[in-house]
């Protein structure tokens, strides 16, 4: 268990929080992926578009407003989530293409 951050008393030990929470943060981020690897499949099946636009503005409303609930700065998360999503979407368009409806 982590100190809490007024708890730390040296950088040292604060890298070190830093460095555990990016270790964290790099296992959720390879869960996520192994699942955005399968979108594809079921986004063809569907018939739903790589973009889906209506669900990317889904996801980026979702992330800020729980970012604004956690004291985080939503402009930042939301800037994180458009490079994941952008690059998931670049990569499931040269698997199934462009076409597609809004899902």
């Known amino acids: 268990m982590r100190p809490a951050p007024d708890d730390v008393h040296s950088m040292a030990e604060l890298r070190g929080c830093i460095d555990a929470i990016d270790d964290a943060l790099l296992t959720l981020l390879a869960e996520r992926s192994a699942y955005t690897d399968r ?7 569907e018939g739903i578009s790589a973009a889906a636009p209506g669900r990317v503005a889904q996801v980026l409303a979702h992330v800020r407003t729980k970012a604004e609930a956690r004291g985080i700065d939503a402009d930042m998360v939301e800037a994180m989530w458009r490079t994941m999503i ?4 670049a990569r499931e368009e040269r698997v199934i293409g462009k076409q597609g409806r809004d899902g």
């Open 86 to 89: 952008e690059t998931v979407i």
């Open 39 to 45: 979108a594809p499949a079921l986004k063809a099946r």
